[in-house]
């Protein structure tokens, strides 16, 4: 079920969103970045992922967001679950001066680099980046630095 952009604004303006998030790992130990065409985070390298519809099981949510986002549909038991985060963002999807807030499950995903076929609709470009390099690269939101940086310090924050 899709929103009109109208009630979808209202919805943003009101409440967290849900979302899943993939930390894509290839054989190399490199992880997965796209540079976002939309906001909020627009322009910034971001790990994939997207929002969970109304109605919609997780399960049935992480296949999607999987094909959607990579071009390659995984199962989620292939997802190792990486914990629940949040992300603030200042703006939101239009150009309406209201915040967004988006609670996030975060999942780790092991894949062959190779083989996925990346769309461009959500990212401009794409790169894989070892972890010590994403978490120095100032291009790299916030959001998505915060899942590695955690990784270093061998906590991953809850709520």
Not at 102 to 112: D, E, G, P
Request: charged fraction near 25%.
């Amino acid at each position: 079920m899709y929103l009109s952009q109208q009630d979808f604004s209202t919805v943003v303006r009101s409440t967290p969103l849900i979302s899943l998030d993939f930390i894509v790992e290839n054989a190399r130990g490199e992880c997965l970045l796209g540079r976002r065409n939309n906001r909020p985070a627009q322009g910034f390298w971001f790990v994939p992922g997207g929002r969970v519809r109304k109605d919609e099981t997780l399960e049935r949510a992480f296949s999607r967001l999987t094909q959607e986002e990579l071009g390659q549909r995984i199962c989620w038991q292939d997802g190792e679950f990486y914990g629940v985060w949040q992300h603030f963002y200042e703006d939101n999807f239009s150009e309406a001066a209201f915040s967004t807030h988006y609670v996030v499950l975060a999942f780790r995903l092991r894949v062959n680099g190779e083989t996925l076929a990346l769309p461009e609709h959500q990212h401009s470009a794409y790169r894989w980046q070892s972890a010590e390099r994403l978490v120095a690269s100032l291009d790299v939101h916030d959001n998505s630095r915060a899942y590695f940086l955690a990784e270093r310090r061998s906590e991953v924050p809850g709520l």
